[in-house]
């Protein structure tokens, strides 16, 4: 008996990091499949506390909810039990897509939902707060469970210090303050553009990762970020070379294309000096179109630069 208490206590800690790393992948694959590896990893560390709050919580979940099956198993006594965790998995779910809904904004017109797309946008933190929330509600509806029906065993000291309190008292505290707590954020972000733009603005800046081009004894390393709202393409430039001298100005043999076409914008160097073996700064294209799909930079000057090309393809 004791063997098979160990055997379901471990699978009930890696169902539940299973669980968080399936909804975490959900999060991955439809940022990287709409855009890029690259976004996808940018956006995380942008939201992070949200997202890490929404897949620790699913994860704790599926963990409780699997220990009671296991348990019920063994002591055949509970009957079900399986609301609390679906529920919990589809309102975390929608929470995770909504913050990645804007990616499928340009597919969604074509079928008709464009205001289901502007609707996941604009509430996707009331999404996420929901989640949270939800979260919270299911993993105390699985301890009340645990606890009301003796669902865990006294080896177990966590689960029988959390099965001692009294979790009637508990929802009666817990649902008022979790409802106010939903209430002031909605109230807050819904009035506070700022804040309820946060996670917006990342999602409208697309990585551009690193690509390198090298020949002719230089080294040309180019990456960035495209900023759709604010019309903005930043470049990070490293250029180095072992001989010679890199006497040019990069605003000037610099050239962009925007979904193949050439195109003229303002554009401005932050960096070293022409000159040097060695030069590095920001190159940032201003008034860039919104919906740029595929970008390209070209950097060419007679002589040993020649035309080291880069693209894009978001």
């Given at each position: 008996?004791?063997e098979?208490?160990?055997?379901?206590?471990?699978?009930?800690?890696?169902?539940?990091?299973?669980?968080?790393?399936?909804?975490?992948?959900?999060?991955f694959?439809?940022?990287?499949?709409?855009?890029?590896?690259?976004?996808a990893?940018?956006?995380?560390?942008?939201?992070?506390?949200?997202?890490?709050?929404?897949?620790?919580?699913?994860?704790?979940?599926?963990?409780?909810?699997?220990?009671?099956?296991?348990?019920?198993?063994?002591?055949k006594?509970?009957?079900?039990?399986?609301?609390?965790?679906?529920a919990?998995?589809?309102?975390?779910t929608?929470?995770?897509?909504?913050c990645?809904a804007?990616?499928?904004?340009?597919?969604?017109?074509?079928?008709?939902?464009?205001?289901?797309?502007?609707?996941?946008?604009?509430?996707?933190?009331v999404?996420?707060?929901?989640?949270?929330?939800?979260?919270?509600?299911?993993?105390?509806?699985?301890?009340?469970?645990?606890?009301?029906?003796?669902?865990?065993?006294?080896?177990?000291?966590?689960?029988?210090?959390?099965?001692?309190?009294?979790?009637?008292?508990?929802?009666?505290?817990?649902?008022?303050?979790?409802?106010?707590?939903?209430?002031?954020?909605?109230?807050?972000?819904?009035?506070?553009?700022?804040?309820?733009?946060?996670?917006?603005?990342?999602?409208?800046?697309?990585?551009?990762?690193?690509?390198?081009?090298?020949?002719?004894?230089?080294?040309?390393?180019?990456?960035?970020?495209?900023?759709?709202?604010?019309g903005?393409?930043?470049?990070?430039?490293?250029?180095?070379?072992?001989?010679?001298?890199?006497?040019?100005?990069?605003?000037?043999?610099?050239?962009?294309?925007?979904n193949?076409?050439?195109?003229?914008?303002?554009?401005?160097?932050?960096?070293?000096?022409?000159?040097?073996?060695?030069?590095?700064?920001?190159?940032?294209?201003?008034?860039?179109?919104?919906?740029?799909?595929?970008?390209?930079?070209?950097?060419?000057?007679?002589?040993?630069?020649?035309?080291?090309?880069?693209?894009?393809?978001?």
């Open positions: 008996m004791q098979q208490i160990r055997k379901a206590k471990q699978k009930s800690i890696l169902w539940g990091i299973i669980g968080s790393a399936l909804l975490l992948s959900i999060y694959i439809i940022v990287s499949l709409s855009n890029s590896v690259g976004h990893l940018s956006e995380f560390w942008q939201l992070w506390y949200w997202i890490t709050a929404l897949v620790v919580g699913f994860g704790i979940q599926v963990g409780l909810f699997t220990h009671t099956r296991q348990t019920i198993q063994l002591k006594q509970l009957k079900g039990a399986t609301s609390s965790v679906a919990g998995a589809g309102v975390s929608v929470s995770m897509v909504a990645c804007h990616h499928l904004s340009d597919l969604l017109p074509i079928l008709g939902l464009s205001a289901a797309a502007v609707f996941l946008t604009q509430y996707q933190l999404f996420m707060i929901v989640g949270i929330l939800s979260n919270i509600l299911g993993i105390t509806y699985m301890l009340s469970i645990i606890s009301k029906h003796h669902l865990y065993f006294d080896d177990n000291k966590w689960l029988v210090r959390l099965a001692g309190y009294n979790y009637k008292r508990i929802f009666r505290i817990e649902i008022p303050i979790l409802l106010i707590i939903f209430l002031s954020g909605t109230l807050f972000f819904s009035g506070n553009p700022a804040a309820s733009s946060q996670v917006a603005d990342v999602q409208q800046r697309v990585l551009l990762e690193n690509q390198e081009v090298q020949g002719n004894g230089i080294w040309v390393v180019i990456g960035g970020e495209y900023q759709r709202a604010q903005m393409l930043i470049f990070n430039i490293k250029i180095t070379t072992h001989s010679g001298s890199l006497d040019f100005r990069l605003d000037k043999i610099s050239t962009l294309k925007i193949g076409r050439p195109i003229s914008l303002p554009v401005t160097w932050e960096g070293s000096p022409p000159g040097g073996h060695h030069r590095s700064g920001r190159l940032s294209f201003n008034k860039v179109p919104p919906n740029a799909s595929s970008i390209a930079l070209t950097v060419s000057k007679a002589g040993r630069i020649g035309n080291r090309k880069f693209l894009w393809d978001l």
